[in-house]
């Protein structure tokens, strides 16, 4: 059981630095002086515990980020979205975070719809869960052997129809 709790953990870190990383061109391009503040860097520690925590606890992205994202976070990156579309910048997008799903993006300018963060939310749970019946078929150590990875092994956790989509 103590295992479990661990690949858990493990799954739920993992799964935030790829959703950190989702962000962090523009949040680096906006860093003048180079890097975090010491104090900046211990906030951002203390999200990702909270997040780590909290998915652990609920397995439930919907309630993560209802407590640790702002309120109109998908909106943002809409606007964002919306945004690089004037500039001609390709003709769809996907959402961060959700890998796999593209959208026009002329469905960005419907930012206010609340659809957005519920869809960001059970996408993530997807993941979440996907991640979660690798580490129940196969240990840690033969996941992180690259020469063992098969990325069909990864889609087999999910129903077929669902891959064929």
């Known amino acids: 059981m103590k295992n479990h709790g661990l690949k ?4 739920s870190a993992l799964l935030l630095l790829l959703l950190l990383s989702q962000g962090l ?3 680096f391009a906006r860093q ?19 997040f780590t925590d909290r998915l652990v606890e609920t397995h439930d992205f919907a ?14 990156y ?5 945004a690089s579309a004037a500039r001609g910048m ?6 961060a975070g959700v ?28 993941i979440h869960y996907g991640f979660l019946l690798l580490l129940s078929k196969k240990t840690l150590k033969e996941l992180s052997d690259p020469e063992k990875f098969d990325e ?3 889609l087999a956790v999910h129903p077929p129809d669902a891959v064929k989509v």
């Open 32 to 50: 003048a002086g180079g890097g975090l503040t010491k104090d900046e860097e211990r906030q951002a520690r203390e999200v990702a515990a909270a």
């Open 152 to 154: 069909r092994e990864m």
């Open 78 to 82: 809409l606007k964002r979205e919306a």
């Open 63 to 76: 309630k993560v980020v209802g407590e640790l994202y702002v309120n109109d976070f998908a909106a943002r």
């Open 8 to 11: 858990v953990r493990l799954t």
């Open 99 to 126: 890998p796999a799903l593209s959208f026009k993006k002329t469905l960005a300018a419907r930012d206010d719809d609340e659809y957005w963060p519920r869809l960001y939310a059970a996408a993530n749970d997807i």
């Open 90 to 95: 390709g003709e769809s997008f996907m959402l």
């Open 25 to 27: 061109s523009p949040a």
